[in-house]
């Protein structure tokens, strides 16, 4: 699902997407590298949640979470990329950020390779939120 969806949200803003136009950091990925990197993260997220979901039961708290996050993270790039709303996106990626580190947690409690899996969804976001306040000061 997560795979599916964020195909979905790139398809509908790649038309808006000015990434290479944007005055980067140096430490910038060429844009070819966010499609790679998120499609692998995304196949993460989803084996993550499905390991949980064939243990058992899992928490009404942790699902809301695994959505929650899923939305801000789809919506991060709407609100970038579309609505070009650059202080909007450093805010609601560091709240994105809170809510996949809790996540992290929860499923590493829940399930250990659960939380191990989506260690990458972290480093990547912390990454892009690094270059998500960059560019937002770079561009101002």
């Known amino acids: 699902m997560p795979l599916i969806i964020g195909s979905i949200v790139g398809i509908f803003t790649s038309s808006s997407i000015e990434y290479n136009d ?3 950091p140096t430490v910038s990925p060429p844009g070819i590298v966010f ?3 998120w499609t ?8 993550s949640y499905t390991l949980l979901k064939e243990k058992g039961d899992i928490p009404k708290e942790t699902k809301q979470l695994y959505y929650i ?3 801000f993270n789809y919506l991060w790039t709407i609100i970038f990329f ?3 709303l650059r202080l909007l996106s450093v805010l609601w990626i560091i709240i ?3 809510l996949v580190i809790i996540m992290t947690y929860q499923f590493y409690k829940q399930n250990k390779l ?11 976001l912390l990454f892009a939120t690094y270059l998500n306040i960059s560019i937002y000061f770079l561009n101002l």
């Open 40 to 47: 692998i993260i995304y196949l993460l997220i989803g084996i």
């Open 22 to 24: 944007l005055i980067k």
């Open 69 to 71: 996050q899923l939305m």
């Open 35 to 37: 499609s790679i990197v």
């Open 114 to 124: 659960s939380g191990i899996l989506v260690i990458p969804y972290v480093l990547w």
């Open 96 to 98: 994105l950020d809170v």
């Open 82 to 84: 579309v609505f070009r």
